[in-house]
């Protein structure tokens, strides 16, 4: 039986969302919720959220979230005044890619999303021999 020496974590930027979206609860579960079902993640408890004071009185606060998977961890942090948000998802197992840029589109109204994805490795690989 051979075990994965390697994680997985998806480092995402979403541009031009929505701010009224990025500041509420209920758009952020709704894409908490999806991502993970989507995926067949296994979260270990409630998410925890905290929104931000707005900044101002034309624009709401942002929001953090984050849910502990056994599969490790996913987070967002929202920013409604510059209508972008920084999502990160780690994985110990392998998943297959998501489409994060219609998800984000459809939920946060993102037109512009950038994703990269790392492997992550647990132990050095090995040096090969000359």
């Given amino acids: 039986m ?5 994680g997985h974590e998806w480092i995402v930027e979403a541009y031009g969302c929505h701010p009224v979206r990025l500041a509420d609860p209920a758009t952020l579960h ?6 993970i079902a989507e995926l ?3 979260p ?5 959220w905290h929104q931000f004071p707005a900044p101002s009185a034309h624009v709401a606060g942002g929001m953090t979230g984050m849910v502990m998977l056994s599969e490790s961890h996913l987070t967002i ?7 972008s948000a920084c999502l990160n998802l780690f994985c110990c197992t ?3 890619e998501w489409p994060w840029a219609a998800r984000l589109g459809e939920l946060l ?12 490795e647990y132990a050095p690989l090995p040096i090969a021999a000359p």
Wanted: glycine residues 12%; without cysteine; aromatic residues 4%.
């Fill in 2 to 6: 051979t075990t994965s020496s390697s």
């Fill in 30 to 35: 709704a894409l908490f919720g999806q991502l």
């Fill in 40 to 42: 067949a993640l296994h």
């Fill in 44 to 48: 270990v408890g409630a998410p925890h």
């Fill in 77 to 83: 942090h929202t920013f409604p005044e510059h209508g």
């Fill in 94 to 96: 392998p998943r297959a």
């Fill in 109 to 120: 109204g993102a037109t512009d999303v950038r994703v990269r994805h790392l492997g992550r």
